[in-house]
């Protein structure tokens, strides 16, 4: 500090008003978000939220693997469904979808022709084509992500093992 050159409380007052400038410039940054409001994150919301999520002690990879093995059979179930749809056969799709890949897979073929409106040998044959439709799409499915029919081989008793 040079008494020549002004006063310290001058000094002082200058450094201060550079400092707001340089933080409202830096707030307004279009790399920062470019004057877009700021969203205060809550570190308590965060620790609340998770404290009731399972414990899981699975390695990312895991993690990777069954969110694209969860992926491929929403996509799967997805052109299924469309199927389905496009046959006017789509209200049976939920019933026996339920019936083939869902928790009610304990139903009797009799009580799911009862719900869908089929005899039960219809309900037996119904659930039938559509394990064997579900396969084969899914098989299509990763079909299209390989290359050879021993590389399709290999991506099916993968993600067999992460569905199990």
Not at 5 to 22: P, S, V
Not at 24 to 47: C, I, P, T, V
Not at 63 to 86: F, G, I, K, N, P
Request: glycine share 6%; net charge positive.
């Amino acid at each position: 500090m040079d008494p020549e050159r002004g006063r310290f409380r001058t000094f002082l007052l200058a450094a201060f008003k550079n400092y707001i400038l340089d933080a409202a410039r830096r707030q307004k940054a279009l790399k920062r978000g470019g004057g877009q409001k700021l969203e205060r994150l809550d570190a308590d919301s965060g620790e609340e939220r998770y404290r009731f999520e399972p414990l899981d002690l699975a390695s990312p990879d895991v993690h990777y693997d069954r969110s694209w093995a969860r992926a491929v059979l929403d996509q799967t179930l997805s052109r299924l469904r469309q199927e389905y749809v496009a046959t006017r056969r789509g209200p049976n799709f939920d019933a026996l979808k339920e019936y083939v890949w869902g928790e009610r897979s304990g139903l009797s073929c009799a009580q799911l022709g009862r719900e869908i409106g089929l005899s039960e040998e219809a309900a037996k044959k119904a659930v039938q084509r559509m394990r064997r439709r579900l396969a084969q799409t899914l098989r299509e499915q990763i079909a299209e992500t390989v290359s050879t029919p021993t590389e399709l081989q290999q991506e099916l008793r993968f993600l067999a093992t992460l569905l199990a």
